[in-house]
């Protein structure tokens, strides 16, 4: 079976300093894993995707993210923060197994950022 | 926008009444999820739709729950009698066929739905 588990339920930092949102995965196969923003009243938007490419991934807005398949973790980066990063997280393993791709969700960070 | 929609943004209702929501997927998409966030939770997956054929449903949706998808396009996803512990976001996916995008869900913005 597959899935993720994000290892803070609520990330604070300071403007312009770096992010680091955790996630460890679980898979009996190579995983796909993805990173998704929801800010409030608004649906779930891509950052970045993991599709055994390459290891360090780059998304919008300065994200990236390092697949480690020794570690089984896929955290999230940005060096600067900017108020606007203050939104919902969540980090995503997708269902190969069955065929059907659907989505396992961790249960989500909080990400605050302080003026 | 080509995005994703969904129809209502909000529904209300009372406990017993039967709601029906509507998803839009992107146009060339043939792949159609749903999935249902409670409140301070990941999103979990309910059913998946390959054109117009149902081909999983998630343990979570009850026999109260029914979604179609009848000409491979929109989808609508109906709760019958409904419960407070229904109350939840829906929100609704879709992605394309091939092999290097079906990975890929682009979501729409969700029916939050409160059952009073």
């Known amino acids: ?115 | 926008d080509t995005g994703v929609s969904q129809d209502p943004r909000h529904k209300i209702t009372k406990r017993g009444q039967n709601v029906t929501f509507r998803c839009d997927p992107i146009s060339e998409h043939n792949r159609l999820y749903w999935y249902r966030q409670t409140l301070g939770q990941g999103p979990e997956f309910l059913t998946y739709f390959q054109n117009e054929a149902q081909l999983e449903k998630s343990r979570l949706l009850s026999d109260r729950f029914s979604a179609e998808r009848p000409k491979g396009s929109f989808s609508t996803l109906e709760i019958q009698r409904t419960e407070q512990g229904d109350s939840a976001m829906y929100l609704c996916a879709s992605s394309e066929q091939g092999v290097s995008a079906r990975e890929t869900q682009y979501f729409g913005p969700g029916t939050r739905l409160l059952v009073l």
């Open chain 1, 1 to 115: 079976a597959q899935s993720v588990t994000q290892l803070d339920s609520h990330v604070s930092v300071s403007e312009g300093t770096p992010v680091l949102l955790r996630c460890n995965y679980s898979s009996s196969y190579s995983p796909s894993l993805f990173w998704y923003v929801q800010h409030p009243n608004k649906g779930l938007q891509l950052l970045l995707k993991y599709t055994s490419a390459a290891t360090l991934v780059k998304g919008i807005n300065g994200f990236e993210a390092e697949f480690k398949k020794s570690e089984t973790s896929f955290h999230l980066t940005k060096p600067s923060a900017h108020m606007s990063d203050a939104a919902e997280y969540f980090c995503v393993v997708s269902d190969r197994a069955s065929g059907t791709y659907k989505y396992i969700f961790g249960t989500g960070t909080r990400l605050k950022v302080l003026a």
